[in-house]
C-alpha cells in the first residue's frame, strides 16, 4: 500500500453575514481564500498568499 501525504490545512472557517470565508494552505496554491455563499456555491478563490494572515485579511476585503 502507498503512502499519501497530506499538507492541506486549514486555518480558519468563520462566517461573515451569510457567507462562510475559509483560509487554508495546499502545497500546490500556498495560502488561500475562499468565499461561499449560503447555497454553497463558490463566490472567490484567491491563491498565492505567503501567510494565513494575508489571505484572511483579503477574503474579508473581499467579502466587505
Same mark, same amino acid.
Given at each position: 500500500? $502507498?503512502e499519501i501525504i497530506? =499538507? /492541506?490545512? %486549514?486555518?480558519?472557517?468563520?462566517h %461573515?453575514?451569510?457567507?462562510?470565508l475559509?483560509v487554508?494552505?495546499t502545497s500546490?496554491? /500556498?495560502?488561500?481564500?475562499?468565499a461561499?455563499? @449560503?447555497?454553497g $456555491?463558490?463566490?472567490q478563490?484567491?491563491t &498565492?498568499? $505567503? =501567510? @494565513?494572515?494575508a !489571505?484572511?485579511? !483579503? &477574503?474579508?476585503?473581499?467579502l &466587505?
Amino acid at each position: 500500500m $502507498e503512502e499519501i501525504i497530506v =499538507t /492541506d490545512r %486549514i486555518y480558519l472557517i468563520t462566517h %461573515i453575514r451569510r457567507n462562510l470565508l475559509i483560509v487554508m494552505y495546499t502545497s500546490e496554491k /500556498d495560502w488561500l481564500f475562499r468565499a461561499i455563499n @449560503a447555497e454553497g $456555491e463558490v463566490l472567490q478563490e484567491q491563491t &498565492g498568499f $505567503e =501567510t @494565513a494572515m494575508a !489571505a484572511e485579511k !483579503a &477574503g474579508r476585503n473581499w467579502l &466587505g
